[in-house]
């Protein structure tokens, strides 16, 4: 499991190109048949790509978990919240098998000690996206697919930020303990998101970009308001956001990214609102 340091605002300011990208950027995220698992000290969660071929992949594969985590198991102390961004697959949790489709997600609550993945067809894999967060209480796992999500239509053709917002792992669909999660479609011709920008001091963001063409690119916009720096995002690529960094994207065509959130609360108006003629 590759480990994360946080970085504070003052220095990153300072990095380069190259630094950026090895702080923030998360490249080869799915791999057929391999789990990838990146560390993150901010707020100390799990991103994770996990990419079953012709066998099934654990939770803990090729992990110690004793030495990594300091628990018994992976999720003794910890919830995960997954999204299949490729083919049909299913995740089995302590016996019970949940089915997922494209764009399907699945909530484990903390305690679940065998968490397996499998792809129906290992020539079109199941991509499992997925988030686990420290929790303190055991909720109910929740298969959720995207019709269950709740749906919020923001932006517009003028601004090119029309996007669809499904939310899968929120306070109006589900509980969890401070695990938040869920999808962001741009809509045909539409290339902004998260614009005008916002930062939440008390949250921390990973997003995945993906759904984008191959001689494509999403510039992603992260740094303090007036100190902006970007990130050229290929497809199927994940960046840290830390909680003094305003997170927004710009890309060369329509494209989707998945969103996870985790720190002192699930509150979405607890963020700053930011001018877009004040960011520098």
Same mark, same amino acid.
């Given at each position: ?16 190109? =190259? ?31 996990? *990419? ?37 697959? #299913? ?5 019970? +098998? ?11 609550? /903390? ?39 709740? #749906? ?14 499904? #939310?899968?792992?929120?306070?109006? +669909?589900?509980?969890? *303990? ?25 949250? /921390? ?27 050229? /995002? ?15 994207? *710009? ?17 979405? =108006? =607890? ?10």
């Amino acid at each position: 499991m590759e480990i994360r340091q946080p970085s504070n605002s003052r220095d990153a300011k300072h990095y380069t190109t =190259d630094r950026l990208r090895e702080e923030f950027l998360i490249e080869e995220l799915f791999v057929t048949g391999k789990i990838k698992r990146v560390y993150s000290h901010i707020d100390r969660i799990i991103t994770m790509g996990i *990419c079953p071929g012709d066998k099934a992949i654990t939770l803990d594969e090729n992990l110690d978990v004793w030495k990594n985590l300091g628990t018994n198991s992976f999720l003794e102390r910890r919830e995960l919240g997954v999204i299949n961004i490729g083919g049909k697959g #299913q995740i089995t949790v302590d016996g019970e +098998v949940y089915k997922l489709n494209e764009r399907d997600g699945l909530y484990v609550g /903390m305690g679940a000690k065998e968490v397996l993945f499998t792809s129906d067809d290992p020539k079109n894999p199941a991509k499992f996206y997925s988030l686990s967060a420290p929790a303190h209480k055991t909720y109910k796992n929740v298969h959720i697919d995207i019709t269950n999500a709740k #749906q919020v239509n923001l932006g517009s053709d003028e601004s090119c930020n029309k996007r669809t917002i499904y #939310q899968y792992i929120h306070p109006e +669909v589900m509980e969890s *303990c401070q695990l938040s999660m869920g999808l962001t479609k741009m809509a045909p011709g539409n290339v902004w998101n998260t614009m005008p920008a916002h930062t939440h001091e008390r949250r /921390m963001e990973v997003y995945v970009y993906f759904d984008i063409p191959e001689d494509s690119v999403v510039f992603h916009y992260m740094g303090e308001p007036t100190e902006t720096r970007h990130i050229v /995002m290929k497809n199927e690529q994940a960046v840290i956001s830390p909680s003094w960094s305003i997170h927004s994207g *710009c890309g060369t065509s329509a494209y989707t990214f998945i969103w996870g959130m985790v720190g002192e609360n699930k509150a979405f =108006d =607890d963020m700053d609102h930011l001018k877009i003629t004040d960011l520098k």
